[in-house]
C-alpha cells in the first residue's frame, strides 16, 4: 500500500451498516451497551431527513477488502460477527421498526451512509412504514421418521404388492420390493408436501405476508425431516392469535408425528427487499 | 447452566440466525458501498458446517437419552 500517512489514517475504519431505523425512534441508551460487530466498537445512530442509519465504525484491518475476504472463510469468526450484526437489530426491533440489511454493508465513511440515506430515502421510509408495528416469526415443521410406515399402511397399492410379495423366489421379490420402496417414497414425500403446503396457507391466512423457504432437511432431531421452513410477517397485536394457528396446525397433525418450532420476533429480514440496484 | 459450549438450542438459533443475516435482509449494490461480495458462498459453507455439528450433537444428546 502507498497510501500518504494521512490518507492512511482516513481509511483506517470504515463505516458498517446493520440496518435502517425512522429518526428519533431509538432512545439513545437503547444502543449503548449492545457491542458491535468488531470487538469493543459501539453502535451509533447516523441520521438523515428522519432516517437514522445504525453504524459501527470498524478497522479495515479486519474488515478491508483482502482481510474480510479471509476471515470471511473462518466460520467461527464469521459465526461470531453475524451474531453480533443480529443483536444490534434485535435491539433495534424491540425500540420500533427496522429494516435489516444483509451482513457486509460497508461505506467509506459516515457521508457515504448519509448519502445512501438520501439516494434511498423514500424507498426506506416506506418500508419501515409497511413495517411499523410487525414482526417476524419464523416456523419450522418436522416429520417424523416413521412417516414413511404410516404412508405404506395406508396405501391399498402398498398392500397389494406386499402380499402378492410373500408368495414369491427370491429373484421376482427383490424387483418387487424396489418397486415398493419407490412408490412409499413417492408417495411419502407427496405426503409432507401437503402437510407442509396445508400448515403454510394456514399461517400466512394468520399473517400479513409470508414467505416459504426451502427445508433444511440437516436440521432435523435424529431421523426427523424438515417439511416447512416458513417466515410470517405479523402484527405485533395479533401474535397470540398466530400463536393460536400454529396450535391448531398442530393439532391437526399431531396423530402423524408432526411437529413445530416457533421462533422469533425476528427483525423483518425476509419481508424487506433483498436485492436494490 | 453454562458449559462454555454452544448448547444444542444455541445451535439451532444460531442456524436460524444466519439463515436471516446471511442469506436475508437488504443488499446494497453500487459504488457507495466498499463491500458485500462473497457473503453468499461463505453462507452456503457456514451453514453446511454448522448444521453437520448440530447433527452430531444431536445425535449424542439422543444416545445420552
Same mark, same amino acid.
Given at each position: 500500500?502507498?497510501?500518504?500517512?494521512?490518507?492512511?489514517?482516513?481509511?483506517?475504519?470504515?463505516?458498517?451498516?446493520?440496518? +435502517?431505523?425512522?429518526?428519533?425512534?431509538?432512545?439513545?441508551?437503547?444502543?449503548?451497551? +449492545?457491542?458491535?460487530?468488531?470487538?469493543?466498537?459501539?453502535?451509533?445512530?447516523?441520521?438523515?431527513?428522519?432516517?437514522?442509519?445504525?453504524?459501527?465504525? &470498524?478497522?479495515?484491518?479486519?474488515?478491508?477488502?483482502?482481510?474480510?475476504?479471509?476471515?470471511?472463510?473462518?466460520?467461527? /469468526?464469521?459465526?461470531?460477527?453475524?451474531?453480533?450484526?443480529? !443483536? &444490534?437489530?434485535?435491539?433495534?426491533?424491540?425500540?420500533?421498526?427496522? &429494516?435489516?440489511?444483509?451482513?457486509?454493508?460497508?461505506?467509506?465513511?459516515?457521508?457515504?451512509?448519509?448519502?445512501?440515506?438520501?439516494?434511498?430515502?423514500?424507498?426506506?421510509?416506506?418500508?419501515?412504514?409497511?413495517?411499523?408495528?410487525?414482526?417476524?416469526?419464523? +416456523?419450522?415443521?418436522?416429520?417424523?421418521?416413521?412417516?414413511?410406515?404410516?404412508?405404506?399402511?395406508?396405501?391399498?397399492?402398498?398392500?397389494?404388492?406386499?402380499?402378492?410379495?410373500?408368495?414369491?423366489?427370491?429373484?421376482? !421379490?427383490?424387483?418387487?420390493?424396489?418397486?415398493?420402496?419407490?412408490?412409499?417414497?413417492?408417495?411419502?414425500?407427496?405426503?409432507?408436501?401437503?402437510?407442509?403446503?396445508?400448515?403454510?396457507?394456514?399461517?400466512?391466512?394468520?399473517?400479513?405476508?409470508?414467505?416459504?423457504?426451502?427445508?433444511?432437511?440437516?436440521?432435523?432431531?435424529?431421523?426427523?425431516?424438515?417439511?416447512?421452513?416458513?417466515?410470517?410477517?405479523?402484527?405485533?397485536?395479533?401474535?397470540?392469535?398466530?400463536?393460536? !394457528?400454529?396450535?391448531?396446525?398442530?393439532?391437526?397433525?399431531?396423530?402423524?408425528?408432526?411437529?413445530?418450532?416457533?421462533?422469533?420476533? /425476528?427483525?423483518?429480514?425476509?419481508?424487506?427487499?433483498?436485492? !436494490?440496484? | 447452566?453454562? *458449559? =462454555?459450549?454452544? *448448547?444444542?438450542?444455541?445451535?439451532? *438459533?444460531?442456524?436460524?440466525?444466519?439463515?436471516?443475516?446471511?442469506?436475508? =435482509?437488504?443488499?446494497?449494490? =453500487?459504488?457507495?458501498?466498499?463491500?458485500?461480495?462473497?457473503?453468499?458462498?461463505?453462507?452456503?459453507?457456514?451453514?453446511?458446517?454448522?448444521?453437520?455439528?448440530?447433527?452430531?450433537?444431536?445425535?449424542?444428546?439422543?444416545?445420552?437419552?
Amino acid at each position: 500500500v502507498t497510501a500518504t500517512p494521512q490518507r492512511a489514517t482516513e481509511a483506517a475504519s470504515a463505516a458498517y451498516v446493520y440496518g +435502517v431505523v425512522p429518526a428519533g425512534a431509538l432512545p439513545g441508551n437503547v444502543l449503548a451497551d +449492545v457491542e458491535g460487530v468488531a470487538p469493543g466498537v459501539a453502535v451509533e445512530l447516523v441520521e438523515h431527513e428522519g432516517l437514522a442509519a445504525l453504524v459501527s465504525r &470498524v478497522p479495515l484491518a479486519e474488515f478491508g477488502e483482502e482481510p474480510l475476504a479471509e476471515r470471511l472463510h473462518d466460520p467461527a /469468526w464469521l459465526a461470531q460477527r453475524a451474531r453480533a450484526h443480529g !443483536r &444490534v437489530l434485535q435491539q433495534a426491533l424491540a425500540a420500533g421498526s427496522v &429494516v435489516p440489511f444483509r451482513f457486509g454493508a460497508l461505506f467509506a465513511g459516515e457521508d457515504d451512509v448519509r448519502a445512501l440515506l438520501a439516494a434511498r430515502g423514500a424507498d426506506l421510509s416506506e418500508e419501515l412504514r409497511r413495517l411499523e408495528g410487525r414482526v417476524e416469526l419464523g +416456523v419450522k415443521g418436522f416429520a417424523p421418521g416413521t412417516l414413511a410406515g404410516r404412508v405404506r399402511a395406508s396405501l391399498p397399492e402398498a398392500q397389494q404388492l406386499e402380499q402378492e410379495l410373500a408368495g414369491l423366489a427370491p429373484g421376482r !421379490r427383490y424387483l418387487l420390493e424396489k418397486q415398493l420402496d419407490g412408490l412409499v417414497a413417492r408417495e411419502t414425500a407427496a405426503a409432507r408436501l401437503r402437510i407442509a403446503e396445508e400448515s403454510h396457507a394456514a399461517l400466512a391466512a394468520a399473517a400479513v405476508a409470508a414467505v416459504a423457504n426451502p427445508p433444511r432437511d440437516e436440521t432435523g432431531a435424529g431421523d426427523e425431516e424438515m417439511f416447512l421452513n416458513g417466515a410470517y410477517l405479523v402484527g405485533t397485536g395479533a401474535r397470540d392469535a398466530f400463536e393460536a !394457528r400454529l396450535e391448531a396446525v398442530g393439532a391437526r397433525f399431531e396423530e402423524l408425528g408432526v411437529r413445530y418450532e416457533l421462533t422469533g420476533p /425476528w427483525p423483518p429480514y425476509n419481508f424487506v427487499e433483498s436485492a !436494490r440496484p | 447452566v453454562s *458449559t =462454555g459450549r454452544p *448448547t444444542l438450542q444455541e445451535q439451532v *438459533t444460531l442456524l436460524d440466525l444466519v439463515d436471516r443475516v446471511l442469506e436475508k =435482509g437488504v443488499v446494497l449494490s =453500487g459504488d457507495i458501498t466498499l463491500a458485500v461480495a462473497g457473503v453468499d458462498l461463505v453462507y452456503v459453507q457456514l451453514r453446511a458446517l454448522l448444521a453437520s455439528a448440530g447433527t452430531v450433537d444431536r445425535l449424542r444428546a439422543r444416545r445420552e437419552d
